[in-house]
Nanobody, 124 residues
Framework: QVQLVESGGGLVQAGGSLRLSCAAE????????MGWFRQGPGKEREFVAAIARSGGATFYADSVKGRFTISRDNAKNSVYLQMNSLKPEDTAVYFC?????????????????WGQGTQVTVSS
């Protein structure tokens, strides 16, 4: 069993930056592919970014490419999402998720474990 705990959300002005963290408890995530998803008000949950076990491969949604960076520190059992040039449309609850395989990264149904989410609000 893996427990994922997100942190780092908050209120930021458009153009600003935030760094989200996801700490894993109960089991190492070094053998897991890790992803970030978000769910805005009145919207469905959408894929943001994913990172391979070693950190050697990453995958991003087009909407965040060039602005967000996913990274991981397996020694700290943690994954991060650096968000720059934030826009009001980035406002959402951001979720960390874990899965075994590097395939169909954007499909939320393929992820086995989820965190509780952290709120990110970007003001215009």
């Amino acid at each position: 069993q893996v427990q994922l705990v997100e942190s780092g959300g908050g209120l930021v002005q458009a153009g600003g930056s935030l760094r989200l963290s996801c700490a894993a408890e109960g089991r190492t995530v070094s053998n897991s592919v890790m992803g970030w998803f978000r769910q805005g008000p009145g919207k469905e949950r959408e894929f943001v970014a994913a990172i391979a076990r070693s950190g050697g491969a990453t995958f991003y949604a087009d909407s965040v490419k060039g602005r967000f960076t996913i990274s991981r520190d397996n020694a700290k059992n943690s994954v991060y999402l650096q968000m720059n040039s934030l826009k009001p449309e980035d406002t959402a609850v951001y979720f960390c998720a874990a899965r075994a395989l590097w395939a169909s990264m954007g499909d939320s149904s393929k992820y086995d474990y989820w965190g509780q989410g952290t709120q990110v609000t970007v003001s215009s």
